[in-house]
């Protein structure tokens, strides 16, 4: 099975601190996402990749950023964290064509 | 108002029993559906899609899409507590092109043994 990798698990990060947040695929996928999980949002796209050197906004990119170094891996960067970013976070990879989505396991952040 | 929105938020079912929720989309450009599950402290996994009209069956569970008014359904027959879960329904506006997925906010199912 397609496997996706997200590091750390969970994090307490400071308002105002620098966050990184790191996902790994192994599926060959060209295509990488981070979406958010708030209660009562469902999950919200913040930035997307279809290939290495290259990111794309999604619905709610205000405050991350993202960068895609390889195709292997996609990180979502918190330069001032919030206390409004407290979520759960999820990678996920697909490889086009029905573009069924394999997600990671997530990471949970907690800004304080 | 999001793009798709999921009923009811929440629904309880007697192990054996049919779970049935609903999804429906506001944006005419969505024409293609999924639906995945989310287990407690895992991340989502992806159930089935469906993109024509009528239904689709996969085991116990069978989607219902009517495309005329972007309504689309999941019917979990004989519900397991296994089945007890955060299920989403998503929507895209193409196929053959990886557009990302848009995901409602999930109905929540509790299979009671």
């Known amino acids: 099975e397609a496997a996706v990798t997200q590091s750390p698990r969970s994090k307490v990060a400071v308002t105002g601190g620098k966050v990184t947040l790191s996902c790994h695929q192994t599926n060959n996928h060209d295509y990488m996402y981070w979406y958010r999980q708030d209660t009562g949002h469902g999950l919200r796209l913040i930035h997307y990749s279809y290939v290495a050197d290259s990111t794309e906004k999604g619905d709610i990119p205000d405050g991350y950023k993202a960068s895609r170094p390889s195709q292997e891996n996609f990180s979502l960067i918190l330069e001032l964290a919030s206390l409004s970013q407290t979520a759960v976070y999820f990678c996920?990879?697909?490889?086009?064509?029905?573009?069924?989505?394999?997600f990671g396991a997530g990471t949970r952040l907690s800004v304080l | 108002q999001q793009k798709v929105q999921q009923s009811p938020e929440s629904l309880s079912v007697p192990e054996g029993g049919m779970a049935s929720f609903n999804c429906t989309s506001s944006?005419?450009?969505?024409?293609y559906f999924w639906w995945y599950r989310q287990h407690s402290g895992e991340g989502p996994k992806a159930l089935m899609s469906i993109f024509s009209d009528g239904d689709k069956k996969e085991g116990r569970f069978t989607a219902h899409l009517n495309k005329a008014s972007l309504h689309v359904s999941l019917h979990i027959r004989d519900s397991q507590p296994s089945d007890s879960a955060l299920y989403f329904c998503?929507?895209?506006?193409?196929?053959?092109?990886?557009?990302?997925?848009?995901f409602g906010s999930g109905t929540k199912v509790i299979v009671l043994p």
């Open positions: 944006d005419r450009n969505f024409q």
């Open positions: 998503a929507a895209r506006a193409q196929t053959g092109f990886a557009s990302a997925l848009t």
């Open positions: 996920a990879s697909s490889g086009g064509g029905e573009n069924t989505l394999y």
